[in-house]
């Protein structure tokens, strides 16, 4: 028996990295699973790759129509909807918090928080039907120890931690349980802009030395805690910033 037996997960950025990671594992576990990317192509990917228990549908997180129709037709094809990952993000290149453009900021603010708003608008009064469901949001080690030169990046990530725990007291009583998962840097889309320096090994050898446990963040770090927090096992935890981060953060 899989630890997600009979469960149906929407989970936003999924074509790739960490968002693909925790798809694959929660199909592993028994869950149909929603792949909602806007790289449609990538979506597509890992959907047919997962099989039949796996739905593609592309989708820009910081449209709320988008949001409203993944969520009636995750609902639609899999009757049910009782988890989603907020994972889908973007972030400005690491430089100076003068040099970042105003179109950057809103664009990454819609992308890595208010479709948060959305999908909070469109899921909750599904979950609350239900009577359960469990939203997990990923946030970062970013909005709990900040590294320079990624400061609005940083903000927005602060944002989803502290959201996270104020939408878990407040949906407690419809027993909707919400988490926040913040890993360190990945070897993801985002890593060279995260580094704002060329990808060699030199340069990743700077930001790894930050990592008491000796590397980044891999797919499959994020898709274990995942896996934990959207299980029964993980039925007593809400409003926890659950560092996936090598020790990072201490």
Known sequence: M?????????ITGAASGFGEGTARLFAREG??????????????RVASEIGANALALQADVSQREDIQRIV??????????????????????NQSLMDVDEATFDRMFAVNVKSIYHMAQ?????????????ILNIGSTAG????PGLTWYNGSKGAVNVLSKSM??????????????????????????????????ENRQKFQSTIPLGRFCQP???AAAALFLASDAAE??????????????I
């Open 2 to 10: 899989g630890q997600l037996d009979g469960k149906v997960a929407l």
């Open 31 to 44: 869950a149909k699973v929603i792949i909602a990317d806007l790289n449609e192509a990538g979506a597509n």
């Open 72 to 93: 009636k037709e995750s609902v639609g094809k899999f009757g049910s909807l009782d988890i989603v990952v907020n994972n889908a993000a973007i972030t400005h290149k």
């Open 122 to 134: 469109a899921v909750v009064p599904v979950m609350r039907k239900q009577g359960k469901g469990v």
């Open 144 to 147: 709990i120890r900040p590294r």
């Open 168 to 201: 878990a007291v407040e949906l407690a009583p419809d027993k909707i349980r919400v988490n926040a998962i913040c890993p360190v840097m990945g070897v993801t889309g985002l890593f060279e802009l995260f580094m704002g320096l060329p990808d060699t090994p």
């Open 220 to 222: 499959e770090d994020i």
């Open 236 to 249: 007593f935890i809400t409003g926890v910033e659950f560092p996936v981060d090598g020790g990072r953060t």
